[in-house]
């Protein structure tokens, strides 16, 4: 079992940054994949971003590509997402997910755990 904490969301301005942690317990959460996704009011979940288990691997949407970055510290069982030049479009709640059997990193139904979500705010 993994349970999974998002925080760091908040109200912003465009252009601004943030980052995102995922704070997650279990002992095999190294080897899982975690990805974040957002869902914006009134539309369905899209997927953000992923991260394998060694790091190695990323994920991007092409949205977020070039101003979002993912890492993790497994020592530490934390996945961050940071986040640059952030627009309106962003705004959404943010959650994080861990997949255990390493399925596609991009859909939401290969992740077995989530998060409660921590909501982020752009302002224009």
């Known amino acids: 079992q993994v349970q999974l904490v998002e925080s760091g969301g908040g109200l912003v301005q465009a252009g601004d940054s943030l980052r995102l942690s995922c704070a997650a317990s279990?002992?095999?959460?190294?080897?899982?994949?975690i990805g974040w996704f957002r869902q914006a009011p009134g539309k369905e979940r899209e997927f953000v971003s992923a991260?394998?288990?060694?790091?190695?691997?990323?994920y991007y949407a092409d949205s977020v590509k070039g101003r979002f970055t993912i890492s993790r510290d497994n020592a530490k069982n934390m996945v961050y997402l940071q986040m640059k030049s952030l627009k309106p479009e962003d705004t959404a709640v943010y959650y994080c997910?861990?997949?255990?059997?390493?399925?596609?990193?991009?859909?939401?139904?290969?992740?077995?755990?989530w998060g409660q979500g921590t909501q982020v705010t752009v302002s224009s």
């Open positions: 279990g002992r095999l959460f190294s080897s899982y994949t």
């Open positions: 997910a861990a997949d255990r059997l390493g399925g596609n990193a991009y859909r939401d139904y290969a992740y077995d755990y």
């Open positions: 991260i394998a288990w060694g790091g190695g691997r990323t």
